[in-house]
């Protein structure tokens, strides 16, 4: 396997206060889990080892809901409590951990990064083709965001070990469904290799 990576990005799902720290939103079901997977760490060092273009993508509610659709029990969830999901509310921000320099972010109303949004037409403007992603949660964001850049012609790696979810079992199912609906998982040493084969 070999790539251009000048061809290449990572997108970085949902490394927000509400979704990592106990304080957010999500925090009772994921912050545990999260803090004992170590994937923080991993996905920061990834972040700033990859060399290729790093865009951030948060989950947030304007006034007047954007294009929030309550069409399921999750956006449902959230479209109630959305004062937490608010543009400028604490819980959005990027964690401290992962939000060095001037980061690259682009919100939405929908599971998918790529989705409500242009992010999908900036990369490909770019002669982006390949994905790699990392974020939180696997069986969530993560697995809907490779499903949906798969099906808009992108080549999509999650990078295994910078994802993780509230539970074992999940995540480790949703990284099964992935291998067979992308390109493949790949670790974050195993993407460092493809990406700086050139170098």
């Known amino acids: 396997m070999s790539l251009d990576p000048r061809r290449a990005a990572v997108l970085a799902l949902h490394w927000q206060v509400n979704v990592i720290k106990p304080e957010g939103f999500f925090g009772p079901m994921l912050a545990e889990p ?20 790093v865009f951030f993508t ?9 294009g929030l659709v309550r069409n399921t029990g999750f956006m449902r969830a959230v479209g109630d ?3 937490a999901f ?17 980061p690259t972010v682009v919100d939405n109303q929908k599971l998918s990064g790529l989705a409500g ?20 949660a696997t069986n969530l964001t993560v697995e809907q965001t490779a499903r949906h850049g798969t099906d ?3 080549t999509v790696h999650v990078v295994s070990d910078c994802v993780t979810a509230a539970d074992d079992a999940a995540h480790a199912a949703s990284l ?7 390109a493949g998982c790949l670790t974050a040493s195993e993407a460092l290799e493809l990406l700086h084969a050139r170098s």
């Open 34 to 53: 999260v803090a004992r997977s170590g994937v923080v760490e991993r996905a920061a060092r990834f972040h700033g080892a990859a060399g290729v273009p």
């Open 58 to 66: 948060r989950f947030t509610i304007p006034e007047g809901e954007g």
């Open 81 to 83: 409590a959305q004062e």
């Open 86 to 102: 608010r543009p400028d509310a604490p819980g959005v921000r990027l964690i401290a951990e992962v939000a060095g320099g001037t």
């Open 117 to 136: 949004n242009d992010l999908a037409a900036r990369l490909s403007e770019r002669g982006v083709d390949t994905l790699f992603l990392t974020g939180v």
């Open 152 to 154: 808009l012609g992108f």
């Open 176 to 182: 099964a469904n992935l291998e067979l609906t992308t």
